[in-house]
């Protein structure tokens, strides 16, 4: 079992940069795929990033390649995604989630953190 716990949401003005953190437990990070998503109100859950058990292999969604970064401590067991050149349009709660690298599907979710940008 992989426990998920996200940090670092909050409100932002446009332009501006967030650090989110998914602190895990039960598993080493080097053993899981993470992944970062998005869900604002009333739309479908959005992929945004992912980086599997080495940080050569990343993938970003087209609407954040270039202003959102993910990467791996494995010292502290996180995962983290900075977000810069924020928009309003990027207001949402921000979901972690991990998967063994044989499964497409994302089986452990964090509780989700918010982040709120203001134009």
């Known amino acids: 079992q992989v426990q998920l716990v996200e940090s670092g949401g909050g409100l932002v003005q446009a332009g501006g940069s967030l650090s989110l953190s998914c602190a895990a437990s039960?598993?080493?990070?080097?053993?899981?795929?993470m992944g970062w998503f998005r869900q604002a109100p009333g739309k479908e859950r959005e992929f945004l990033a992912s980086v599997g058990w080495t940080i050569r292999y990343q993938r970003y969604a087209d609407s954040v390649k270039g202003r959102f970064t993910i990467s791996k401590d494995y010292a502290k067991n996180t995962v983290n995604l900075q977000m810069n050149s924020l928009k309003p349009e990027d207001t949402a709660v921000y979901y972690c989630?991990?998967?063994?690298?044989?499964?497409?599907?994302?089986?452990?979710w964090g509780q989700g953190t918010q982040v709120t940008v203001s134009s």
């Open positions: 989630a991990a998967r063994l690298p044989e499964s497409p599907d994302y089986h452990y």
């Open positions: 039960g598993r080493t990070l080097s053993n899981l795929v």
